[in-house]
């Protein structure tokens, strides 16, 4: 899987949008971008994730570059409940493989 | 109904003593994962399993025995347990079509 660098921490006002940006500069053609968060101890929830193109759910939106070298999850509403750990991940989509997590980026909502 | 349980949330035990940490997943997935998380929040990998089968050993020492007995259930058996074993042991289920993880609420294991 290729590596991932993100931010150790980050902090947004409640109500504002929250980017949180992720490099991959080393990721291949087949490979996915994938974001994952981690409220408080429990277990990794997956978001969202995308290839090339910008991709939208009703929790967040992942930007893409047009070199997909790096992308960034927005989170268009912050809540107090989105404070949690951030991983962004490579790797592509099928296929047996490990998924290893690096260290996220601690976003952190401010009331 | 809950897609990935673990079983017991939280143990507590002595060195030395043997124990296990028990994964359903209800999802109809093929391939399941553990996963350690120690103090400092890290993340890693130890086993996968895909039918049944093991795929992934990252390096755990062979005190950590998991055991599939059917492509529902990922149990962890632990021998000797050491100090160092206390952390969150997570079990992730996988949807191969997506690539979606998906974490149970983990398992917290306390060695004294």
Redesign the interface.
Known sequence: DAKTTQPPSMDCAEGRAANLPCNHSTISGNE?V?W?R?IH??????II?GLKNNETNEMASLIITEDRKSSTLILPHATLRDTA?Y?CIV????G??????G?GTKLQVIP | DTAVSQTPKYLVTQMGNDKSIKCEQNLGHDTMYWYKQDSKKFLKIMFSYNNKELIINETVPNRFSPKSPDKAHLNLHINSLELGDSAVYFCASWRQSTGELFFGEGSRLTVL
């Open positions: 996915y994938y994952y981690q101890s429990q277990g990794p929830q997956y994730h750990v991983y790797r592509i989509s099928g047996y493989q490990k998924v290893t997590f260290t």
